[in-house]
């Protein structure tokens, strides 16, 4: 019931290497990262966490024509515990909707709370000198209900683990223009962690508050995943706190309008060649009246340039002369 691998169809890692595309979730190498999830139970009771196998009613599942696709995966216990996750694709979203259903078939009351977590391949990254940190950050990312706060590999291994509860928290993976998040449903207390271990970092958001469910009742656990580029207006879609994945930087002020404007214009012109051109027009223009203003006034100075240069000349050796007559 993992989340092993993402492709972006739409991204090559570079632009002369149009085959080669990125990857978010892989099971090897330095592009290695997974979106694992499972059901804890309290006290011993029927669990399904992310090593126990689940089955399916088919070999694969393709979106094709429709604009909705629901994968089901199934896992039943013999004390009667059955725990379905389904996962929600949507055609054009980079977001993904998880639900994981237990349901209790048994003569008892079972309690238990779900989990999420990200990991993903972790090493010191080599930076020149050009570097810059808003841009160039591989790592985790977390929201504690109040800021964002980006958390080094060093950081972790020098002062262990990062842990925090929230009822409005995500905890994401960046890595430049890309994103992994996991987002609980909001208004419920969970428990954020991040860690590392050797080269693998793990950030996960568990449900503090047990969940009961009665005998022949079922109880549904939702939690929104996002995997993919930092579009903006799919992020906010999610949550307005998420657009904090992106950092323009001690600039932000500037930045943010700037880029709202040069993606309101590429949503009417299609290209963003087009668009950085319409915006710089329109910066000069809502600048015009200054600029022409200093224009004026250079173009006068320039008049009386010659008659300066003459007085400079005459004066020399006087500067009390020079000034007054200036």
Same mark, same amino acid.
């Given at each position: ?7 972006? !169809?739409s ?5 002369d @290497? ?6 978010l979730?892989?099971t090897? /190498? #330095?592009g ?16 399904a966490t ?12 393709? =979106? ?8 089901? =995966? ?5 004390s009667?515990?059955? +725990?379905?996750? @389904?996962?929600?694709?949507? @055609?054009?979203?980079?977001? &993904? ?19 999420? @977590? ?28 109040? /800021? ?7 950081? =972790? =291994?020098?002062?262990?683990p ?37 080269? %693998? ?9 047990? %969940? ?15 995997v ?5 207006? *799919?992020?906010?879609? +999610?949550? #307005?706190? $998420? ?9 932000t002020i &500037?930045?943010s309008?700037?880029?709202? $404007? ?7 012109v ?6 950085? &051109? %319409?915006?710089t027009? $329109? +910066?000069?223009?809502?600048f015009? !009246? ?24 005459r004066?020399?050796?006087?500067? *009390?002369?020079?000034? *007054?007559?200036?």
């Amino acid at each position: 019931g993992t989340l092993q691998g993402a492709v972006l !169809k739409s991204y090559p890692v570079e632009k002369d @290497r149009p085959d080669e595309l990125v990857n978010l979730l892989d099971t090897s /190498g #330095k592009g290695f990262g997974q979106l694992e999830s499972g059901i804890r139970a309290a006290g011993g009771g029927a669990e399904a966490t992310h090593l126990a196998s689940f089955s399916t009613a088919q070999a694969a599942y393709e =979106l094709g024509d429709a604009d909705e696709l629901i994968v089901p =995966l199934r896992w039943r216990d013999d004390s009667g515990i059955t +725990i379905e996750k @389904r996962y929600t694709f949507r @055609r054009g979203s980079y977001q &993904i909707d998880l639900e994981q259903v237990v349901t209790n078939d048994s003569a008892a009351t079972w309690k238990g709370a779900e989990y999420v @977590r990200i990991k993903r391949h972790s090493a010191e990254i080599e930076r020149s000198m050009f570097d810059v940190d808003s841009y160039s950050f591989i790592g985790p990312i977390v929201y504690d209900g109040e /800021g964002s706060k980006k958390i080094s590999r060093d950081d =972790l =291994l020098d002062d262990g683990p990062y842990e925090f509860s929230s009822a409005q928290g995500w905890l994401g993976s960046i890595q430049h223009h890309f994103v992994r998040a996991v987002v609980p449903t909001p208004g419920i207390d969970y428990k954020y962690s991040v860690v590392a271990k050797g080269d %693998v970092a793990t950030s996960t958001a568990i449900r503090r508050s047990l %969940v009961e469910v009665a005998p022949g009742t079922s109880e549904t656990l939702s939690t929104t995943l996002f995997v993919g580029p930092k579009l903006q207006e *799919q992020l906010e879609e +999610i949550d #307005k706190t $998420l657009k904090l994945t992106v950092d323009y930087g001690w600039l932000t002020i &500037i930045s943010s309008p700037l880029f709202w $404007l040069l993606s309101l214009v590429y949503d009417y012109v299609g290209n963003w060649g087009v668009a950085i &051109i %319409v915006v710089t027009f $329109l +910066i000069k223009l809502a600048f015009y !009246k200054l600029t022409e203003s200093s224009g004026r006034s250079m173009a006068k100075m320039r008049q009386i340039q010659p008659r300066m240069k003459a007085l400079q000349d005459r004066y020399k050796d006087d500067r *009390q002369a020079l000034s *007054q007559a200036m």
